[in-house]
């Protein structure tokens, strides 16, 4: 008997996975999608190319002229070349000069990555200011690898602008405005740059001069430009003659330019002789015209004698009422004010010694409403132009 159990067919599926090895016949996706992103960037490119030089100089220039315009230098006119800017004109001093350049060189503007100086360079081409003198004239390359200076007094504030070649020089600077403050200087500012070269032979000594002799006056300026130091400030008549000393001691860099100190009584003085003689008795003008009234030519003798008699520079100024456009309220009140300057001059002052500014109707004194108020905005007033100014 068999006892084996009976055969049985079981089915086995073999399942084969087949490979194909391709050979790669063109480019795979990524690179192909990155040909239209290549195309766009360099469209952007070359319209960036095309158009930003221009796009950054027309900011450079309109932050260039907002400083003008803020600063009142009606005398400065402003061109660009990319981030270039020339000023020319004429200022009425030198620091009222080296003031613009110094702003428009610190001045900034917003931009999608923040607040940026839109200029690199600023070239001063003055002609003949105030003072008489021919302005240094910046325009060489090697100007701007000279150190140079600018600092300012006003009110309670030093603020120290300029080149200085070397950290160590400018620390030096800032250390000594900081020392022994006078009670009157409560706060430093410092905007000094540096160059990055060894200090000419003498020039630290030079800029700490002008801080030792600036801390001694209450308000003014201590320059350095075209290796010329200057010192314009005003001070206590006890203190004068020892600061004329110091200032004009000779220097180891550079020479010693217009040292000019106002004493503050004889200032103080002086205006309020210029301002009781000029409320007494207005300066008057033809309707519409800057045609000086005859009647009036004994107030300017007395007007003229009396600047004679005052120290330092005077400002005269010219104002109208709010009648007619803007424009030609400004215009009548510059010409008003150059009028008077004139009849000065005629009278023997001296004409580096006067400046004529017209204000039109922005600063009234009385009720543009009245006629009465309207009368007493139409003046002339002259003014002894403070260093700090």
């Not at 073999?14 to 990524?30: E, M, Q």
């Not at 003498?202 to 430009?225: M, Q, Y």
């Not at 006890?238 to 200032?267: C, F, H, K, M």
């Amino acid at each position: 008997m068999n006892l084996e159990p009976p055969l049985s067919h079981v089915a086995v599926t073999k399942t084969v996975r087949r490979f194909r090895a391709t050979r790669g016949d063109g480019l795979s996706f990524i690179p192909f999608g990155l040909l239209p992103l290549t195309g766009l960037a360099l469209l952007l490119l070359i319209s960036w190319l095309s158009i930003a030089p221009g796009s950054v100089e027309r900011v450079a220039l309109r932050t260039a002229e907002q400083v003008v315009r803020e600063a009142g230098a009606d005398w400065a006119r402003v061109s660009a070349s990319g981030q270039w800017i020339t000023l020319s004109g004429n200022p009425p001093t030198p620091e009222a000069g080296q003031r613009l350049v110094n702003s428009i060189r610190q001045a900034k503007a917003p931009t999608w990555l923040g607040a940026a100086r839109p200029v690199t360079r600023v070239s001063a081409n003055f002609g003949t200011g105030g003072s008489g003198t021919a302005l240094s004239s910046a325009t060489s390359p090697t100007a701007f690898n000279t150190p140079e200076f600018l600092y300012r007094l006003s009110g309670t504030t030093m603020t120290l602008d300029g080149r200085m070649p070397d950290i160590a020089t400018r620390d030096a600077v800032i250390d000594a405005a900081n020392e022994n403050r006078p009670a009157h200087i409560e706060e430093v500012i410092s905007n000094l740059e540096t160059l990055g070269t060894s200090p000419p032979q003498g020039f630290p000594d030079t800029a700490l001069r002008g801080v030792s002799t600036l801390k001694l006056c209450t308000s003014g300026t201590a320059s350095f430009t075209g290796l010329t130091f200057a010192l314009r400030c005003e001070a206590p008549e006890s203190d004068v003659d020892a600061l004329q000393r110091a200032a004009n001691a000779p220097l180891a860099y550079g020479s010693v330019g217009e040292v000019d100190i106002l004493a503050t009584e004889i200032a103080d003085s002086c205006q309020e002789e210029l301002a009781r003689l000029l409320d007494a008795a207005h300066i008057e003008f033809e309707t519409g015209s800057d045609r000086i009234a005859r009647s009036k030519a004994a107030l300017l003798d007395l007007t003229a004698r009396a600047a004679t008699d005052c120290p330092g520079r005077l400002r005269i100024e010219g104002h109208t009422d709010d009648t007619g456009s803007a424009a030609i309220n400004d215009a009548l009140s510059q010409r008003r004010a150059e009028a008077v300057r004139a009849a000065l001059i005629q009278r023997g002052v001296s004409p580096s010694r006067l400046n004529a500014v017209g204000f039109g109707a922005n600063r009234p004194v009385g009720d543009n409403a009245t006629e009465e108020g309207r009368a007493l905005n139409r003046r002339i007033e002259i003014y002894i132009e403070r260093p700090g100014e």
